[in-house]
């Protein structure tokens, strides 16, 4: 199983973009890209997940390299309510399959 | 309202009893997982099931049991054998398709304290 590492905290601004980048070194062919959101005292929710190039949805962009050996969230123009834990997790589902969370990085968004 | 359900939200235990959480979900998902999570931590996996009357262990499944009688159902139970159960207890569902990665849905989690 693939392991992540990611900064484990970061700050910004309300209005910034912020960039959170996740290394893989070892991912595997058949491996997808999914990052989660987690609030204090409530479960993680999905936010994204790719496997190459550039996936962007209604609330994040993830960009994956050729080499697949990391990839960058990207949050535009944050806000207070963005402050979280953000996870990377690398896998696939198979019969084996599970997750791994690491420790994530917690973003703190500041007025 | 389709979603995972999780009771109760606190639940106290005295040291050396046994305790049963219990998981919901009306997604119609194949896939229940449980995971722990300690202050400041990542969620680990203690047990999970693709199918009825099937599960497997996770990564830390010493000292907890669960069972799969029915889709919608995955409670776990923690027993008096698991050191150190004060946790946060987080239950989660997925489909569960071949080829790729499934989103998994979590519920709102219960935090276990032992007195």
């Known amino acids: 199983l693939a392991k992540t590492t990611q900064p484990i905290s970061m700050d910004s601004y309300e209005g910034q973009e912020v960039n959170i980048t996740c290394s893989h070194n070892?991912?595997?062919?058949?491996?997808?890209i999914t990052w989660y959101q987690q609030f204090p005292s409530q479960g993680p929710r999905f936010i994204i997940q790719?496997?190459?190039t550039k996936v962007t949805n209604e609330v994040a962009s993830l960009f994956i390299p050729a080499d697949r050996k990391s990839s960058t969230l990207s949050l535009p123009r944050v806000s207070l309510s963005d402050t979280a834990v953000y996870y990377c997790?690398?896998?696939?589902?198979?019969?084996?399959?599970?997750?791994?969370f690491g420790s994530g990085t917690r973003l703190l968004v500041r007025p | 309202d389709g979603g995972i359900t999780q009771s109760p939200k606190y639940l106290f235990r005295k040291e050396g009893q046994n305790v049963t959480l219990s998981c919901e979900q009306n997604l119609n998902h194949d896939a229940m997982y449980w995971y722990r999570q300690d202050p400041g931590q990542g969620l680990r996996l203690i047990y999970y099931s693709q199918i009825v009357n099937d599960f497997q262990k996770g990564d830390i499944a010493e000292g907890y049991s669960v069972s799969r009688e029915k889709k919608e159902s995955f409670p776990l139970t923690v027993t008096s054998a698991q050191k150190n159960p004060t946790a946060f207890y987080l239950c989660a569902s997925s489909i569960v398709a071949s080829g790729g990665y499934n989103e998994q849905f979590f519920g709102p989690g219960t935090r276990l304290t032992v007195l």
């Open positions: 070892n991912i595997a062919t058949n491996d997808y």
């Open positions: 997790l690398v896998g696939r589902m198979d019969s084996s399959y599970k997750l791994i």
């Open positions: 790719g496997y190459k």
